[in-house]
């Protein structure tokens, strides 16, 4: 990675880039990862580049990398969420770990940001915040970290050895899930053509649920679109009728 002597102004978005990077399962084609390293390292070098190229590598790699990863998911939530709380537990020290057993006993959560639905919900102490002390917290949290980074490597193991035929079963249909939503999306981008009156909105649309390819947003979906299609299908009927 290139010294820099003053903050990058996009530092922020390019370490993210740089997680998405390293965090890509360890089934993704090499070769395509270093070329991403490699664009990586020429927009830290280059702090006048387009903020918009950077956003672009951003999606080009998440729509990608989007069935190796969706498939990885799936394989970490069938397999790895119960050996992360086996290690979280291992890594505690038994005070702490006896405390944080009484916590999950009473229906205690701590992925509390993850599960947040608005930004109330976020500025409200979840239940793990009111339950430990700050120490004991911070105790916790880099447990679960130690614990994540150990189950990764399980799952990782489980992609490229024993599971191997399972997890690539998985990306096969996710890909068909993808090529699927693909057509979803150039089936709403027809539709921009339908109206004048309605071509920004979808347009504007449009450019944010193909941003749902990105490794950092949230992602896409068939039911999304689906409603998406649905939801215009019958605005722009109602507006012909009208016409």
């Known amino acids: 990675m290139a010294t820099k002597t003053s903050r990058h102004p996009y530092a922020y978005t390019l370490d993210l880039l740089r997680m998405a990077i390293e965090h890509l399962p360890p089934t993704y084609p090499e070769f395509k990862s270093k070329l991403f390293e490699q664009r990586l390292q020429y927009f830290w070098e280059h702090p006048e580049a387009d903020y918009t190229d950077i956003q672009a590598t951003i ?13 990885y998911e799936e394989m970490y939530a069938n397999y790895g969420r119960s050996s992360e709380e ?31 639905k608005s930004a109330a919900d976020l500025m ?5 915040e009111r339950y430990f002390t700050p120490e004991e917290k911070f105790a916790i949290e880099q447990a679960l970290l130690t614990a994540r980074e150990a189950s990764r490597q399980e799952i990782d193991d489980l992609v490229m050895k024993t599971k191997k035929s399972e997890y690539e079963k998985l990306v096969s249909e996710y890909v ?26 979808i347009t504007d ?17 068939e039911n999304l679109l689906d409603r998406e299609l649905e939801y215009w299908h019958g605005t722009l009927e109602a507006f012909l009728h009208a016409a």
């Open 59 to 71: 999606a080009e790699l998440g729509k990608d990398s989007w069935s190796f990863r969706k498939a």
């Open 86 to 116: 086996s290690h979280l537990l291992e890594n505690l020290d038994r005070g702490i770990r006896e405390k944080y057993e009484r916590f999950l006993h009473e229906g205690g959560k701590i992925n509390h940001i993850e599960n947040a």
């Open 124 to 128: 409200t102490a979840s239940p793990f």
């Open 176 to 201: 068909i899930q993808q090529d699927r939503i693909g057509d979803k999306i150039t089936a709403l981008r027809h539709m921009a053509g339908v109206s004048p009156k309605w071509q920004p909105d």
């Open 205 to 221: 649309r449009l450019r944010t649920l193909e941003e749902g390819w990105s490794v950092i947003e949230q992602g896409l979906s």
